[in-house]
């Protein structure tokens, strides 16, 4: 228990065993003056039912209050989750839209690799054909060259040799 709720306990208990201890002053009628008559009542009995009465009112007021804040606590959290769904859903479809510009940007980078590479490919197949001309070309003239050494040899051969 709170303490505020065990000190309330113990001031009603204490009003109670007061009022049980002074019950006959509390019933001793005492002329009371009413504005516009008089009448014979017991003055401790009414003082007792008006306290009575505003413990009951002030009782209910304090439930009224706490069943209100707990009604807008409930409000309150129902709220919050609806702004936490809508984050949620938020974040999502940042993510979906963040995936389709990467599988976007992937497919372009795909394509673009693809082109690279057949240029690449036919780029090579025409420096493979030019280096095969150029060595086709250099084994001509290494070959004409070696014939026209030969000759040479076999002419100077011949006029060396009598």
């Keep these: 228990m709170q303490l505020r709720n065990i000190l309330l306990i113990l001031i009603l208990s204490l009003l109670a ?7 006959t002053a ?3 009628l005492q002329p009371i003056y009413l504005i516009f008559t008089t009448v014979d009542a017991p003055l401790g009995l ?3 039912t008006i306290t009575a009465l505003l413990a009951v009112f002030f009782l209910g ?4 209050l706490q069943s209100a804040m707990l009604l807008e606590r409930q409000r309150v959290m129902r709220e919050l989750e609806n702004q936490r769904e809508l984050a949620n859903q938020a974040e999502a479809s940042r993510f979906s839209e963040l995936r389709d510009y990467l599988e976007t940007e992937l497919q372009q980078l795909h ?3 693809q082109e690279l590479q057949s240029h690449m490919e036919s780029r090579m197949e025409a420096l493979e054909q030019a280096l095969s001309t150029t060595i086709e070309q250099t084994g001509n003239t290494l070959s004409a060259y070696i014939g026209e050494l030969e000759d040479r040899l076999e002419n100077n051969r011949g006029k060396l040799l009598p």
């Excluded at 065993?17 to 019950?23: E, G, P, Q, T, V």
């Excluded at 007021?61 to 009224?64: A, G, H, Q, R, T």
């Design 111 to 113: 394509v673009r690799n």
């Design 61 to 64: 007021f304090m439930v009224y």
């Design 46 to 48: 009414i003082l007792l």
């Design 26 to 28: 509390i019933m001793a």
């Design 17 to 23: 065993i007061f009022a049980a201890l002074n019950w």
